[in-house]
């Protein structure tokens, strides 16, 4: 029936004229040079419905004439998309088309699913397209998260250089990398402080490179920007420069680090050309070392006096030469770490070293008040974690001994019936 409606409109209209009767060459030249949809449509074809090719494409209704282009669907196949004319499927020797009835639609609507619009079909070519989420269930898909961070490199923590201030903190395992790195954390340090805040140790002298391992391989599965550094640990880059370069390549390959940090100055300035000469990523670390602790009679301040901060500004620039990315400043007066962030062309990073730092670092259990005892001048308790601890432990032992926990929101219930116990 809505064959013959269409022949009986084109009749009318029409009249005489040939109804996309031309051949390719007429249509190219009575359309400006694009090729129309299709082939000569016949009355008596059209009454069967077997007009034209009837795969991957669907003629236009009513009045809406359309010229085919060749587009691509979101899965990938190819079809034709049609654009509307101004008139029905008619074209005059002149080249032009005739004006569309007003109030004509373009396709018929379906009173049960409202207008029939196929994405890429009946739209125009760069025309925004309804997706098949709406089509189907009547509303937009949703929109995908975007995510605007990405993993911090070496070279944009080289480009902080007196810019916006980073951000590092030390991280032991999954957990906390991924709760650090959630708050915006740039920098994750795998310290050999672990040492003593993590296995109790009273200094850092006792962990191994496979500790460092161990752990930098849990932060690097909690992590997802943040750039990671796993600390060479007391007498794994002293020795010879060829164990630096092993042992930095561990901290890499098995510990899935994306840098080492060293201790130390001038005298280590070779061992860290070449772990950088063998495309290692270096940070240094300068003032205050706690793997000579005893060298220094104690976690002392260091830079005090002339002669030791001329010392340390010049072990700054050695290690800034050898190739270092960037430089930790720790336990320093802040006059000379502003000193040496000022000549030194790399990033400097404080801990108890001043305000005038690229960046600052602190251990994590310090930052949320995790230790009870120890408390550095230096250290500011963004919380009072270890009290939190405490209470939600001792509320814990509380209900357990009171047999309040657990409750039935926390006990598995059978399927279907109670299950009987045989004696």
């Known amino acids: 029936m809505l064959a013959v409606v269409i022949v009986e409109r084109l009749r009318t209209h029409v009249g005489d004229e040939r109804i996309l009767g031309v051949g390719k060459r007429?249509?190219?030249?009575a359309h400006?040079?694009?090729?129309l949809v299709g082939r000569t449509r016949k009355p008596r074809r059209l009454a069967q419905g077997r007009a034209g090719r009837q795969t991957r494409r669907r003629r236009p209704y009513g009045s809406a004439a359309r010229v085919g282009r060749t587009g691509r669907l979101q899965s990938g196949r190819r079809?034709?998309?049609c654009k509307p004319a101004s008139s029905v499927c008619a074209v005059t020797a002149g080249g032009?088309?005739?004006?569309?009835r007003p109030g004509a639609s373009v396709l018929p609507v379906n009173p049960r699913r409202g207008p029939s619009i196929l994405p890429g079909r009946d739209q125009e070519v760069g025309a925004p397209t309804v997706s098949d989420n709406e089509v189907k269930y009547g509303r937009p898909a949703p929109a995908p998260i975007?995510?605007?961070r990405k993993p911090i490199t070496v070279p944009e923590i080289r480009a902080r250089k007196r810019g916006v201030p980073l951000a590092m903190v030390t991280a032991y395992d999954a957990t906390f990398a991924r709760m650090l790195d959630e708050a915006g954390v740039e920098m994750l340090l795998v310290g050999d402080s672990l040492g003593m805040a993590v296995q109790g140790n009273p200094d850092t002298l006792g962990v191994t490179v496979d500790d460092i391992v161990y752990h930098c391989r849990a932060v690097a599965r909690g992590n997802r920007y943040a750039h990671v550094i796993g600390d060479m640990?007391?007498?794994?880059?002293?020795?010879?420069?060829?164990?630096?370069?092993r042992n930095a390549g561990r901290i890499l390959a098995e510990g899935r680090a994306h840098a080492v940090k060293l201790e130390g100055g001038a005298a280590i300035a070779p061992a860290v050309a070449r772990i950088v000469a063998a495309g290692i990523?270096?940070?240094?670390h300068v003032g205050l070392t706690p793997q000579s602790v005893h060298a220094m009679g104690g976690f002392r301040v260091q830079g005090r006096d002339d002669e030791d901060a001329r010392r340390i500004l010049a072990d700054a620039h050695a290690i800034a030469d050898a190739g270092a990315y960037a430089l930790v400043l720790e336990g320093i007066p802040g006059e000379l770490a502003e000193r040496i962030t000022a000549e030194l062309a790399i990033p400097t990073i404080g801990i108890g070293a001043g305000v005038h730092c690229d960046g600052q670092v602190l251990v994590c259990y310090d930052l949320l008040g995790m230790t009870a005892d120890l408390r550095p001048k230096f250290v500011k308790r963004y919380d009072e974690g270890f009290a939190r601890?405490?209470?939600a432990a001792s509320a814990f032992v509380d209900e357990v001994r009171r047999r309040e926990f657990p409750g039935v929101e926390h006990t598995f219930a059978t399927r279907n019936r109670p299950v009987s116990v045989a004696g």
């Open 26 to 29: 007429g249509q190219r030249e």
């Open 32 to 35: 400006g040079g694009r090729f």
């Open 79 to 81: 079809h034709r998309c």
């Open 96 to 100: 032009r088309s005739r004006p569309a």
């Open 146 to 148: 975007a995510d605007a």
């Open 233 to 245: 640990p007391f007498l794994s880059y002293q020795v010879t420069p060829e164990d630096a370069v």
């Open 281 to 284: 990523p270096v940070m240094g």
């Open 389 to 391: 601890v405490v209470t």
